[in-house]
């Protein structure tokens, strides 16, 4: 890749572009790429100069009287002229042009000169003058100092087509045979081709001519990316696509994209879409007239834009509705995802959280409460004779009193509690904030629940069920983990089923597991 160099006040400045090193080859090498005859040469030098004046550029425009004449009649169109007073003079025109202006102008009745100009070349030229009016229209309205080389540069935008053609006849007559296409997806396939877009070509040699670095600078950008803090550049990139519509064989279509991109911009700057098009169909015969170019056929502004605004309604009910869509489906798939992560921490049979939730959570719990110098206590449950009632009674209702012990001790937890199936007929509660008597008292209040609401009915007959129930509390025992702390609740628990179940045993009391001897 090789920087793009422009020359400005007889210094190289590198403009911020790359051309393929293959690509730069062969545009040296082309012997038809365009070139621009010594009075615009001449112009161009004294554009680079540090202060160009009106008698340089009318001196050196003076000596191709037919372009001398075209300058003048540009200068009494209604585009530029503000009064009923004609110039006559090559000088007064300049003035009223104003250098930027008249420099577009040199350069552009220089190329069309004496060219054989194709469907496809007049179509270029075409949108590269409605982009220039378009261009120059905005910047009337955001940055007035600016309008003159906004012009320019629109004027300017696609000179690298004409540099690609020449050097690529084959390859562009493929490319840019599709007219449907707008300049954006051109760029993507110029990208494709050449490793490079025609904007960034157009700049290559506009430097080459030695135009100044500014003007190369803004041809380079004016297929880029909409750019809100620079006004100029945004004219310019705003009006390549408004030109696009305006040849575009479905323009109401076409102009969607560019009524979007103006109700983005309307409240800052207050732009009028309509005012704009009416001042394109005003000027543009005129213009198209002096290049010596056939201006398409007059559009019906009105309807066009009211018909492109109905399709963008049109297209905004239906993004919308995908939207809308697209949220509900969302939301579905947030609550299945929900319903998942719920599943895959719950117990299918009891509905209470299964082992590996509660294993997480009391490790969490455990490092959060020992950080904090707070204390937690663990309940370690087991329903006494359960493998006899599943004997008895058999699995069913094993599993309907399992369904029924789950509900009540999930009625009889607080907020911030958690209770859960450790597995079989073992459960297990993490009390946060809770010492080792007031997990005794919630123990209690089991106990006492189950003494009077049987887990399961044998016919007309009542199944009582009793539970062998451990405590251990955080700060009893100097546990290291939460799995010490776990454990030390499930030797309590042991400890009463082995002294005759039916009871609560908190770890380190007297006669209990972790007690001192």
Sequence with gaps: MQAIQARDNSQDLVLTTELPSFLIADLLKCPNLPTLPAVAVNVLKLARTEHPSVNDYANAIERDPALSIRIITLANSAFFSRSHIKV???????????????????????????????????????????ASLAARHLAIQLCPDMAGPVFTAALLQDIGIMALRATYPKESNELYAEYALSHRQLSESEQRLFGCDHSQVGAWLAAKWGVPTPLAQRICDSHGEYDITAADRLCIQLSGPIADAWLSSHPAQSLIAVVREFETYQGAHAISLRLLLENIQEQLPALADMLQMTAPPLQDNESLLAEAQQLLFQQTLQLKARFDTQQVELTSLRQRQDELEERSRTDMLTGLANRSWLEEQTHKRFILCQSQSRIMSVVFIDLDHFKRLNDQYGHQMGDNVLQKFGKTLQSLIREGDLAGRWGGEEFLVILPDEDAQAAQVFAKRIAQRLEKTPMAHDGQHPIYVSVSIGIACLDDGGFGDAGELIDAADKSMYFIKRTGRGGIAVYGERGAPGAPN
């Design 88 to 130: 006559n003079a090559c000088q007064e025109a300049t003035a009223r042009l104003g250098l930027d202006t008249t420099l577009a102008a040199v350069m552009s009745f220089s190329l069309l000169q004496n060219r054989g100009i194709d469907a496809h070349y007049q179509r270029v030229w075409m949108r590269s003058i409605i």
